[in-house]
């Protein structure tokens, strides 16, 4: 599984965001692939999932790929309930 | 790993801003105080903004302004401004906390997202931030150790 973390340059809220997805990865013991991107590179990256915000969600939806938006992306909790809810789709 | 993310001399606050770009730009003028990026990259910091949206509000009612290492960064730090009332960039997308980032590279700035990420994980601490009444409350948060 690829996971991509996305915000406009690609290494400041989306790193923090790589983190947050890592640390519920580990606590759920899943393994996957998670990368950053920034917003004008992310559609043409393969993944299986993309975190990112309210913003970016809205343009990035409606391909194939499930799209996850965050409005705290340090927050455990709402990581968590985001990456359930596409994993039980 | 000893190495303080703030310091007091990047921390303003009752601030007061008239839009969201002049807040962004007082949070970058104090990086170019304390020495840590060149003019330039206030200068990219809103113009990024400008470009991507507000894409920068990291959790509710904080932003993150910054651009890239090769805007102008010298060194690495972070800058803190809290507003006497907060900005939006567009209804809904209200602020009244900035975290001004100036990043080096992707391997080297983990500490400091690692430290920012600590304090705006817990919601109780994004309400010290944006009560703060003095800079050593500040410091505190972004310099003590999470247990």
Redesign the interface.
């Known amino acids: 599984m690829k996971i991509l973390a996305v915000?406009?340059?690609g290494?400041?809220?989306s790193?923090?965001l790589k983190?947050?997805i890592e640390k519920i990865l580990k606590e759920k013991g899943i393994t996957a692939d998670v990368e950053?991107a920034d917003?004008t590179t992310a559609s043409s990256i393969f993944a299986d999932i993309i975190f990112t915000?309210e913003?970016?969600a809205k343009q990035l939806e409606g391909g194939r790929v499930k799209v996850v938006s965050v409005?705290?992306?340090?927050?455990?909790n709402e990581v968590r309930a985001g990456l359930e809810s596409v994993l039980n789709t | 790993m000893n190495r303080r993310v703030l310091e007091k001399q990047a921390i303003l606050l009752d601030v007061t801003a008239k839009d969201w770009e002049h807040a962004v730009r007082i949070c970058g003028e104090i990086l170019v105080k304390t020495g840590k990026v060149d003019p330039t990259y206030v200068d990219a910091m809103i113009r990024n903004i400008h470009e991507l949206g507000p894409y920068i509000l990291i959790a509710p009612g904080v932003a993150m302004p910054h651009a890239r290492p090769e805007d102008g960064v010298i060194q690495e730090g972070i800058s803190v401004v809290v507003l006497k009332e907060e900005v939006a960039f567009k209804p809904g997308k209200e602020f009244k906390v900035l975290i001004g980032l100036a990043a080096l590279n992707s391997e080297s700035h983990i500490d400091i997202l690692q430290k920012i990420a600590e304090v705006i994980c817990k919601e109780d601490s994004i309400e010290r931030l944006e009560n703060a009444t003095g800079y050593e409350e500040i410091l505190h948060l972004f310099n003590e150790k999470e247990e």
């Open positions: 915000c406009g340059m290494f400041g809220s790193m923090m983190m947050t950053t917003f915000n913003e970016f409005k705290n992306i340090a927050d455990a």
